[in-house]
């Protein structure tokens, strides 16, 4: 099948799409190569990717709504895994505009897309951090999420309220997963495994908020892209009485305090951290932990590698990609 991949430069794009291809689906890749980070690393993504049979890339903002429409009625798309947005929590105080704009106006774009394209099911990213200051744990999908902590968090619930709509209007499928915490080779910078793993290499100092009383529910890369791709495959279906818009947890189930994360780290890189203790952060949130029970349900999987397994191949990836000074 032909499958529209949107990020496709970014951490979990780039999966995505090379799972895709490996099984010989078609991919078609877009990206706007923003810099909110390096955008050297996005490149640096896409040449893995370009190589393959079966791929092309188009640098397409999903915020350009006469672009995306034209993409939709010529591209013969039969899925779409939607990833493309403006990330990262602690961002969407100093930028919010552009969480407006790739976040909402991006994805009603995808929306529209999807309805008159005909289709057969959307996947899209939600986050963790739609659960907000809720403090039951682990988060289940049935919990009220009405009071998000950051904009980023409220533009995440905003998505699965949109696409709701649209499935429930215009009758075609539509699943979100809320993702929590992804790492692994190929990261993002901005992620505090990869920030941490950079300034410990570097002998600069790590900030740990909240006095270091955290705990994380890190979900290695490839459960996240086993996930998707069987939720893509599985596609809702309102003849069997099935409801056409589903939103999934997708974690690790197995929260691991911050310290204990960072003596991980530190054993995987023969380095102690130097830690500097700060206060909680605005925005952020103390602990998340997901119920994966629902996911298991509708597609028979649970994520399952372990942070310790994780973190060296992560590891073992940013020395060969950084060089053999690091």
Known sequence: MKVLVTGAAGFIGMYVAER???RGDEVVGI?????????????????????????????????????????FASGGFDRVVHLAAQAGVRYSLKNPQA??????????????????????????????SVYGGNTKMPFSESDPVDHPVSLYAATKKSNELMAHAY??????????????????????????YYSFTEAILQGRAIDV?????????????????????????????AKAGESLHHVFNIGHHEPVALMEFIATLERHLGR?????????????????????????????????TSLD????????????????KQ
């Open 20 to 22: 895709l291809l490996a």
């Open 31 to 71: 990206d706007n190569l923003n810099d909110y980070y390096d955008p050297q690393l996005k490149r640096d993504r896409l040449a893995r990717l370009q190589p393959q049979r079966g791929f092309t890339f188009l640098p397409v903002d999903i915020a350009d709504r006469h672009a995306m429409a034209a993409l």
């Open 99 to 128: 969480y407006a704009q790739a976040n909402l106006v991006g994805f009603l774009n995808i929306l529209e897309g999807c309805r008159h394209a005909r289709i057969a099911h959307l996947v899209y990213a939600s986050s963790s």
């Open 167 to 192: 499935a429930h209007l215009y009758g075609f499928p539509a699943t979100g997963l809320r993702f929590f915490t992804v790492y692994g080779p190929w990261g993002r910078p901005d992620m505090a």
């Open 209 to 237: 908020f909240n006095h270091g009383d955290m705990k994380r529910d890190f979900t290695y890369i490839d459960d996240i892209v086993e996930g998707v791709v069987r939720v893509l495959d599985r596609v809702p279906d």
């Open 272 to 304: 102690q951290a130097q830690v500097r203790m700060l206060p909680m952060q605005p925005g952020d949130v103390p602990a998340t932990y997901a119920d994966v029970d629902a996911l298991a349900a509708w597609v028979g999987f649970r994520p399952s």
């Open 309 to 324: 397994e994780g973190l060296a191949r992560f590891t073992r990836w940013y020395r060969d990609y950084k060089g053999p």
